[in-house]
């Protein structure tokens, strides 16, 4: 009888080890190298984003986490502006490089005084002044904006009243601006002083000495009647003419012309204006009918120098100053204009 005896294998294959150069069951790659950087893992898992291996030339960094707005992406791309991610230290990310909309591409939030300007802004000049063209609100600077804007205003109050201390078109009160500010009685805007309103912003009145047109045939600047313009100016005969004691001076003389108080006149308008001008001397021989320039009234009557020394006065001509000794000189008195003679 035969006997067979059975044999039994006892031989075993050793399990896969990731690293051994051979891909086994389970791997997806076996490189057999120690080298974690490159496309096959220390694991045996081929390498890619998000594995928390960085992947030398391929990935710039691999924090194998989830999380897209950290230092890493999970694009496996360093964070920066303009990813389109907001990462750590930006306050947004639009990923242009618009910045005119609500992202810079510096990427901050817009805001007014950041030098660019967006929607909503009239200007953005990146200061807070608010004496330039552009306020610190980002509105374009404006008469009216209650901010004086240097080298353009005089004044900015930011009120729509005219007569205050700042007109409506930023510019200090004066007379002469159209506007009829507090002390003034009228402003017409022009330097004419023959109408309404004349250019010391003063209302045209009969005695200021500028004649109204259409209104006043005369002005003398004063409001006495009998001097050729009356008192409510109109122009008067000539009041000398119909004087008996008064006739036209006809000659004229290069001396001989007096005050008769030195103490009050020493001019000949104040002589006249004071009553106490004459002509003449009769000892030069000099005519009692002249005068400086041959024009004037002298009196009819002839009167004679006393008291000459005291107060007598040269005016004008070749002799000015004190009377010299002229007692007994016969003179006439003498006034100036046809208006001004009067009852001696």
Same mark, same amino acid.
């Given at each position: 009888m035969t006997t067979t005896s059975a044999v039994t294998d006892t031989s075993t294959s050793a399990p896969g080890v990731c690293g051994d150069g051979e891909v086994d069951d389970g791997e997806e790659c076996d490189d057999g190298n120690g080298e974690d950087g490159d496309d096959c893992t220390n694991a045996c898992t081929a390498a890619k984003c998000g594995d928390g291996v960085q992947q030398a030339g391929a990935e710039e960094c691999d924090d194998g986490n989830g999380e897209d707005g950290d230092d890493c992406t999970n694009a496996c791309t360093a964070a920066k502006c303009g990813d389109g991610i907001v990462g750590p230290g930006e306050a947004c990310d639009d990923g242009n490089a618009d910045d005119t909309d609500a992202c810079t591409s510096a990427c901050a939030a817009v805001t007014c005084g950041d030098g660019q300007p967006q929607e909503g802004e009239e200007c953005d000049d =990146? +200061?807070?002044? !608010?004496?330039?063209? /552009?306020?610190?609100? @980002?509105?374009?600077?404006? %008469? #009216? &904006?209650?901010? *004086? $804007?240097?080298?353009?205003?005089?004044?900015?109050? =930011? +009120?729509?009243? !005219?007569?205050?201390? /700042?007109?409506?078109? @930023?510019?200090?009160?004066? %007379? #002469? &601006?159209?506007? *009829? $500010?507090?002390?003034?009685?009228?402003?017409?805007?022009?330097?004419?002083?023959?109408?309404?309103?004349?250019?010391?912003?003063?209302?045209?009145?009969?005695?200021?000495?500028?004649?109204?047109?259409?209104?006043?045939?005369?002005?003398?600047?004063?409001?006495?009647?009998?001097?050729?313009?009356?008192?409510?100016?109109?122009?008067?005969?000539?009041?000398?003419?119909?004087?008996?004691k008064w006739m036209?001076?006809?000659?004229?003389?290069?001396?001989?012309?007096?005050?008769?108080?030195?103490?009050?006149?020493?001019?000949?308008?104040?002589?006249?204006?004071?009553?106490?001008?004459?002509?003449?001397?009769?000892?030069?021989?000099?005519?009692?009918?002249?005068?400086?320039?041959?024009?004037?009234?002298?009196?009819?009557?002839?009167?004679?120098?006393?008291?000459?020394?005291?107060?007598?006065?040269?005016?004008?001509?070749?002799?000015?100053g004190a009377c010299g000794g002229h007692d007994g000189d016969q003179v006439r008195r003498l006034v100036l204009g046809p208006n001004d003679c009067y009852d001696y």
């Open positions: =990146g +200061n807070a002044v !608010d004496t330039d063209a /552009c306020l610190s609100t @980002c509105k374009n600077a404006s %008469c #009216g &904006d209650g901010k *004086v $804007q240097a080298g353009i205003e005089e004044c900015d109050d =930011g +009120n729509a009243i !005219d007569p205050d201390l /700042c007109t409506n078109a @930023c510019e200090l009160p004066k %007379c #002469g &601006d159209s506007i *009829v $500010q507090a002390g003034e009685a009228c402003d017409d805007g022009n330097a004419i002083d023959t109408d309404a309103c004349l250019p010391n912003c003063e209302e045209a009145s009969c005695g200021d000495g500028k004649v109204q047109a259409g209104v006043e045939a005369c002005d003398d600047g004063n409001v006495v009647s009998n001097d050729g313009c009356s008192a409510t100016c109109t122009v008067e005969a000539n009041v000398c003419a119909t004087n008996p036209p001076v006809n000659c004229s003389t290069p001396k001989w012309v007096w005050s008769s108080d030195s103490a009050l006149a020493t001019t000949l308008a104040a002589a006249n204006a004071q009553k106490l001008l004459w002509a003449g001397c009769s000892h030069a021989p000099a005519d009692s009918t002249c005068s400086l320039d041959g024009t004037g009234w002298v009196s009819t009557q002839v009167f004679t120098m006393s008291g000459c020394n005291a107060s007598w006065y040269h005016l004008g001509g070749e002799y000015t």
